[in-house]
């Protein structure tokens, strides 16, 4: 992701603000650490027992020139992570405007060390310009190699959002950059990720990296989000899943459980079709779904009211390939 949806643009940088407002001071450090090259790397420290070296690992093991002294990574606790990227599907976020700088959840896990390069793909690509074409556009090696020329003509392809989000040239260069790297998780469904020839031109132009990924263990991807569900509203979270053999568990508490009737439901939804539901009824504070072998698949959690009074809740969205 990059930096926000316009239309929540406005709320965003108001979480945001007050976000950091609330983690300055004792809670937040500026920890700085260094490329093979002696570049400096920043990171603004935002969440308790942060391994910040893991994340200079995994920068300082990946193409890069110059421009890595030019981003701050702020790393937050994964709950905040919506207030400072503006949405609730965001895993992370890059923001262009100066300071630049990239929000990345703490922690340490496969998953997350793709997250990390997508984003700093994003900041690369501000850093790099194909001659006679508009902001952003990756670079000219991956331009030209991806055939992004042919695929923008056949209107495949948008600088912007318009053809949704795995359609946009900055996203698609974000996800080849990461890919090169771990060739792993590629959420392009609609294009093949990079193949040998492909990374060798974008190896041979951005430099090939000296050293290989630090270790990271392969773990869960693990959401939580609590807050407040307005009369008659519904909440969701928006997630992929890549490919089969995927667990989704998601947990929800829910407040008012004194309340008579049905006061609300979770359900997980993939490919549009509900795939489970279930209802919280008096006495029911808090209810469970566990659904294996899916994928791929688009999917959201929802949680519905069906009230007219608003009720606090609380979730835990975990998703898993089963058996690594």
Avoid at 23 to 41: E, F, L, P, Y
Avoid at 91 to 113: M, N, Q
Avoid at 236 to 258: M, W
Wanted: include cysteine; charge should be positive; charged fraction near 15%.
């Amino acid at each position: 992701m990059t930096v926000v949806l316009r239309r929540r643009a406005l709320v965003a940088a108001l979480l945001a603000a007050l976000a950091l407002a609330g983690t300055t001071g004792a809670n937040a450090a500026i920890v700085t650490s260094h490329d093979d090259q002696g570049r400096t790397i920043t990171f603004d420290v935002r969440a308790a027992t942060v391994d910040t070296e893991w994340y200079a690992s995994v920068l300082r093991a990946a193409a890069h020139g110059n421009e890595i002294s030019n981003v701050t990574i702020t790393i937050v606790p994964e709950p905040q992570i919506p207030a400072f990227c503006g949405g609730e599907e965001a895993a992370a976020c890059y923001r262009r405007t100066a300071p630049a700088t990239i929000f990345v959840p703490a922690g340490k896990s496969r998953l997350l060390e793709t997250i990390l390069l997508h984003e700093y793909g994003h900041h690369l690509d501000t850093f790099w310009h194909v001659s006679g074409v508009p902001e952003l556009n990756g670079t000219p090696a991956w331009w030209a190699a991806r055939g992004m020329a042919s695929l923008l003509a056949d209107h495949q392809v948008a600088f912007d959002y318009s053809l949704g989000w795995s359609h946009s040239i900055s996203e698609v260069f974000a996800e080849d950059y990461a890919y090169i790297h771990t060739h792993i998780r590629y959420v392009i469904t609609w294009l093949s990720p990079p193949d040998a020839a492909l990374q060798s031109a974008m190896f041979a132009e951005l430099g090939t990296p000296a050293e290989p990924l630090p270790f990271a263990p392969e773990v869960p991807l693990v959401i939580n989000r609590r807050g407040t569900l307005a009369p008659l509203d519904r909440f969701s979270v928006p997630f992929g899943l890549l490919g089969p053999g995927r667990r989704v568990t998601f947990a929800a508490t829910i407040s008012k459980a004194n309340r008579k009737g049905v006061r609300a439901r979770a359900q997980l939804v993939c490919n549009s079709k509900v795939v489970a539901t279930r209802v919280f009824r008096k006495g029911q504070a808090k209810r469970t779904l566990d659904i294996p072998n899916l994928g791929p698949a688009t999917c959201d959690v929802r949680l519905v009211s069906a009230v007219s009074t608003s009720l606090a809740y609380s979730l835990r969205l975990s998703l898993a390939v089963e058996g690594a």
